[in-house]
């Protein structure tokens, strides 16, 4: 039986452990510092729940060993925290998939995997945790890998798990289109606290705007092929999302934990700087995140 740890199990992590575990085809460790007990995830069809999901919980990286898959699903600035973890599972034949935010993927993490090969991925997981263990989905999982070999079989391991994975020959399109969406929307509904219909208000629009194109230009010049019109068509996205939605930055807020702007608007500022692409209003929301997190972190 495929062997799989996830390590960082919040709203993503939980569905993917979840999604996995109920094919029956696969052992799923849960690697968490405290017990779960089990994972329950209401689906995004009104009455319709999925069935509770049972996953075996490691506590401690010095009980694991390596196996066959690494989800690393924690918050990016939660990674270095998870170095014990990858230290201990990650072997020769180990395949590690970031399943988390931003462009840095393999920078980031592949020093930390040893031997093993890291897959980077974009997320498309609209979920929200309830509490601990129980979590609301908003829409079908939907994760993006790079064409070969690994997103090959990343794609036969999640087969009949209701996660649907697609191949893509230019990775670092789809995952800066993935960043323009996250700057506008992770920042602002952080920022005000206020969920998706916030971008109905026509100057926070412009903002969401703004954001979005700033980052489109920093990805052009990446290598990224994206749309002239890829801000408006980022605005009107969010204003289709049901009212209900929101982000993991809100959530992260809502609940005072500390924030994931650096890898979102951070990365924009950092990829611009290094082109000399001017960047002032991921600038400006970088700073008030950070102030921000900081507060609510020390709370």
């Known amino acids: ?34 017990p779960l007990g089990g994972l329950r995830i209401d689906g995004p069809d009104e009455g319709t729940r999925t069935a509770s999901v049972h996953v075996h919980e490691e506590f401690d990286p010095a009980r694991v060993s390596p196996v066959e898959w690494v989800l690393l699903a924690t918050k990016v600035h ?30 980031r993490v592949g020093p930390l995997a040893g031997p093993a090969r890291v897959l980077p991925a974009v997320v498309d997981i609209a979920a929200e945790s309830l509490r601990r263990g129980h979590i609301r989905l908003f829409d079908r999982p939907r994760i993006t890998v790079p064409e070969g070999e690994d997103g090959a079989d990343f794609v036969a391991l999640c087969q009949d798990s209701g996660i649907a994975v697609a191949l893509t020959g230019d990775f670092v399109t789809a995952a800066w289109a993935k960043l323009c969406l996250n700057v506008a929307n992770g920042a602002i509904t952080a920022l005000t606290m206020r969920r998706m219909p916030v971008f109905a208000h026509p100057r926070v629009a412009r903002l969401g705007r703004a954001l979005a194109e700033e980052a489109r230009r920093v990805a052009v010049a990446s290598g990224a092929r994206l749309p002239e019109d890829l801000a408006e068509q980022v605005i009107a996205r969010l204003r289709t999302l049901p009212a209900e939605s929101g982000s993991s930055m809100l959530w992260d807020r809502l609940a005072g934990r500390a924030l994931e702007y ?20 991921n600038e400006a929301v970088t700073a008030l995140l950070e102030a921000v997190s900081e507060r609510d972190d020390a709370t």
């Open 1 to 34: 039986m495929t062997r799989i740890a996830v390590v960082g199990v919040g709203a993503v992590g939980g569905v993917v452990a979840a999604s996995l575990a109920s094919t029956g085809r696969m052992e799923v460790a849960a690697c968490v510092r405290s």
């Open 78 to 107: 939660q990674t270095a925290g998870a170095a014990p973890w990858l230290e201990r599972l990650c072997g020769a034949g180990t395949r590690v998939v970031v399943l988390q935010n931003g462009v840095e993927h393999l920078q």
């Open 262 to 281: 650096d890898a979102r608007n951070g990365a924009v500022v950092r990829a611009g700087a290094r082109l000399g692409i001017p960047t002032p209003y």
